[in-house]
């Protein structure tokens, strides 16, 4: 199986910050990544897929770079209603993974 | 609009049944992969099983595969989850979601099951 680890697991910035979250894949996975934002109490969001191509109604500032190991969530000025936790998932092979999640926390 | 609605989670001892239901609307259910993801409390997002939109291929995390079965009706719009043999660690929000290239692209709002005694 493909494991994805993240990093940091927690992060803490102030609004306007620019914000990056990595995730690394064990072995190549291409550009078969996506990215989720999760508030608390709800179900998750797309907002990346195909590792950088932006979901439809997702604001601009956020962003994914990366393919194979080594991928990128990027927000480029953290708004309010952006602090959540952050998953990325591999969809390159069955059984599909999640990393284990990013919080981001107000400063 | 696309909504997918969640039903059948509930209290389970260890050992039992439970079946799960996601029922879709505002979109052509039968064109789209659909997947089952559960969250345990205060813990992370664990891929639990797929099923193509023909219901051709189906697929299962390690955790649960021989004691899950994913399952569609595509006249009824509905996606199923049949779990047995269920265990504590089986305790989670579980959420349907339609699936493009395998990528979620919409979830329902989830169902609790809890397994305990």
């Known amino acids: 199986d493909i494991q994805l680890t993240q990093s940091p697991s927690f992060l803490s910035a102030s609004v306007g910050d620019r914000v990056t979250i990595t995730c690394r894949a064990s072995?190549?996975?291409?550009?078969?990544l996506a990215w989720y934002q999760q508030k608390p109490g709800k179900a998750p969001k797309l907002l990346i897929y195909?590792?950088?191509t932006l979901q439809s109604g997702v604001p601009s500032r956020f962003s994914g770079s990366g393919s194979e190991t080594e991928f990128t969530l990027t927000i480029s000025s953290l708004q309010p209603e952006d602090f959540a936790t952050y998953y990325c998932?591999?969809?390159?092979?069955?059984?599909?993974?999640f990393g284990g999640g990013t919080k981001v926390e107000i400063k | 609009e696309v909504q997918l609605v969640e039903s059948g989670g509930g209290l389970v001892q260890p050992g039992g049944s439970l079946r799960l239901s996601c029922a879709a609307s505002?979109?052509?259910?039968?064109?789209?992969?659909m997947s089952w993801v559960r969250q345990a409390p205060e813990k992370g997002l664990e891929w639990v099983s797929a099923?193509?939109?023909?219901?051709?291929?189906?697929y299962y995390a390690d955790s649960v595969k021989g004691r899950f079965t994913i399952s569609r009706d595509n006249s009824k719009n509905t996606l199923y989850l049949q779990m047995n043999s269920l265990r504590a660690e089986d305790t989670a929000i579980y959420y349907c979601a339609k699936s493009v290239a395998a990528t979620h692209d919409f979830w329902g709002q989830g169902t609790l099951v809890t397994v305990s005694s």
């Open positions: 195909a590792a950088s």
């Open positions: 099923i193509t939109g023909s219901s051709g291929s189906t």
């Open positions: 998932q591999q969809l390159n092979s069955y059984p599909l993974t």
């Open positions: 072995q190549g996975i291409s550009s078969d």
């Open positions: 505002g979109f052509t259910f039968s064109s789209y992969a």
